[in-house]
């Protein structure tokens, strides 16, 4: 970490600003303490998932692990809980994708993520629906979602007996995108939802309106939001966590109230004043990270979690994202957990050979968490695949 000084043109005159250059380990640091991967810290459900920045929630059960890695104490009824009590949705959100949030960023943020929606659905969609239908289609789906939650198969069936000239699925996209609607949860499944589940409208499930259009604070809520979980970063790094594009206007608009700093290729990087920049020499633990953890896809620059080298190891060409673990705070290999014959069994397979200290490191990590995700299993055993 070391000071630089840059000359900026203010109001006419040059001043001279100088910036603090953070090298990638800072960076590392910086974002680890934000994401509750140095040390686990205890927090009501509501209040962690809104300091993750969301957690990406493509299938059920990762959040939860998520939580497991990052909170001391949890456990799978808390997240349950607060998801009962409606404190926390699952729903389509950042980079158009199944998310959990706390409601109160949901009520403040899906407004401002539309333009991003949208164009989601168009490049998905292309020909497949034109604009001028969408009036008609949601004002058509909304009654439907109002009267009971359906699944998206159910809906999919109605609208298409009343817009049969359009592609079905391009019916029920269309809807996702455009409607704010939370995933129902459900008490039969162990990690609260089933495949399929069916969507309600956020309106109705909050009991309060979601706004059709943002506040005039929405975007700089979004940029503060992601900062506090993933800063410092640039511009170009928020849009890749939240799929916007043209972050960089509010960025610039925010600088007297954030925190600057540069990058050793010289970029400029913006952050919370008050958020935590623990440096380099901060110890970080091994950890193991579920499948879509969001803290392998919330930069366009990644190199301080992930080795450009390993990308592909992690997310796959289809946008799988594999489950990841951690050593010194970077991602060093993949895992996945399966039932053999009753044991519950976590193989770990590093991108490289892992010293026999961060073996034992790994192993009661892994153990406490195979207990945490299969707590009925006959056996436990982490194991350790060639590199």
């Excluded at 920045?53 to 909170?71: C, I, S």
């Excluded at 609607?181 to 309106?203: C, H, I, K, M, Y």
Aim: glycine content about 6%.
């Amino acid at each position: 970490m070391r000071s630089v000084t840059n000359r900026a043109r203010t109001g006419g005159a040059r001043k001279i600003v100088r910036m603090t250059t953070l090298t990638v380990r800072d960076l590392n640091r910086a974002t680890l303490a934000r994401q509750m991967l140095l040390a686990r810290e205890r927090h009501a459900v509501p209040a962690a998932v809104e300091r993750l920045g969301g957690l990406q929630a493509q299938l059920a059960r990762p959040p939860f692990v998520a939580l497991w890695v990052r909170l001391d104490g949890f456990t799978r009824d808390a997240l349950l809980d607060a998801v009962r009590a409606r404190a926390v949705v699952r729903a389509t959100m950042m980079r158009a994708t199944l998310h959990l949030v706390s409601a109160d960023d949901f009520a403040r943020l899906r407004p401002a993520l539309q333009p991003m929606l949208t164009a989601a659905m168009r490049g998905v969609l292309r020909d497949r629906f034109m604009a001028e239908n969408l009036g008609a289609v949601t004002a058509a789906a909304r009654p439907l979602l109002a009267a009971e939650p359906r699944t998206f198969e159910v809906l999919r069936a109605e609208l298409s007996r009343a817009f049969p000239e359009i592609d079905e699925r391009a019916l029920g996209y269309a809807v996702r995108m455009h409607l704010p609607l939370v995933q129902v949860p459900n008490d039969r499944s162990a990690w609260g939802w089933e495949t399929g589940p069916a969507f309600a409208l956020a309106d109705d499930w909050l009991g309060t309106p979601v706004p059709s259009e943002p506040a005039p604070d929405a975007m700089r809520a979004l940029v503060r939001r992601y900062l506090g979980a993933f800063g410092p970063a640039t511009p170009a790094d928020a849009g890749a966590w939240c799929g916007l594009r043209g972050l960089k206007a509010t960025f610039d608009a925010m600088r007297d109230e954030l925190a600057m700093f540069r990058d050793a290729r010289g970029r400029e990087l913006f952050d919370l004043p008050e958020a935590p920049r623990p440096g380099e020499d901060v110890d970080a633990p091994p950890r193991l990270l579920p499948e879509f953890d969001t803290l392998v896809l919330a930069h366009d620059d990644r190199s301080r979690v992930i080795a450009d080298a390993h990308r592909a190891r992690v997310v796959s060409k289809n946008l799988q994202v594999a489950a990841t673990f951690l050593v010194d705070g970077v991602v060093a290999g993949t895992w996945k957990a399966a039932r053999v014959r009753g044991e519950a069994v976590l193989t770990a397979t590093p991108f490289a050979s892992v010293s026999a200290r961060v073996r034992r490191a790994l192993e009661p990590e892994g153990d406490a968490l195979l207990r945490f995700v299969e707590p009925d299993a006959k056996g436990y055993a982490v194991r350790f695949a060639a590199a």
